[in-house]
C-alpha cells in the first residue's frame, strides 16, 4: 500500500513543493473521514469514535452529543486534542477527524510526529471494526 507520505514525497522528488503540500493535505484529510451509508452504521461509528477520541486524547472530553465530540484544547507541548464531527449526508453520515496540537514548536513537531499520524492512520479501521 502507498502511504500518505510515500505518495506526497514523489511529488517532492520531482521538485513539485506546493504540489507535494497539496498531495499531503488531500491524503491526510482522507485518512481523517469515514462515510456510513445509513444510521444504523452511523450508530455503530459514532460508539467507536468516542472509543478513539477516550484512547487518543490526552485532554479530557468536554462536549460530547450525537453529532460532535471534543477533547479540551492542548494546553501542554505533549498534549493531543481530538474533535470528532457527525455530518449528515443523504441517509447516512461523514464522520471527520481533527487533531490538534499546542500551538508551540514542540506541539508541531508532535503533530507531525508518528504517534499522531498513527492516530490518524487508526480513525478509518477504528471506526468501521465491527
Known sequence: AVTAVALASRFWGLGCPKIFHEVATLLLLLQTLV?????????????????HVRTHATTRIQMLSETVIISAPPLKDDDI?????????????????????????LGEQLCASERAQEIRSGFQPALTRE
Open 81 to 105: 486534542s481530538l474533535t470528532m464531527s457527525r455530518l449528515a449526508d443523504g441517509e447516512g453520515a461523514k464522520i471527520f477527524l481533527d487533531l490538534q496540537c499546542k500551538g508551540s514548536p
Open 35 to 51: 462515510p456510513c451509508a445509513d444510521e444504523g452504521a452511523c450508530a455503530a461509528a459514532w460508539e467507536h469514535a468516542e472509543q
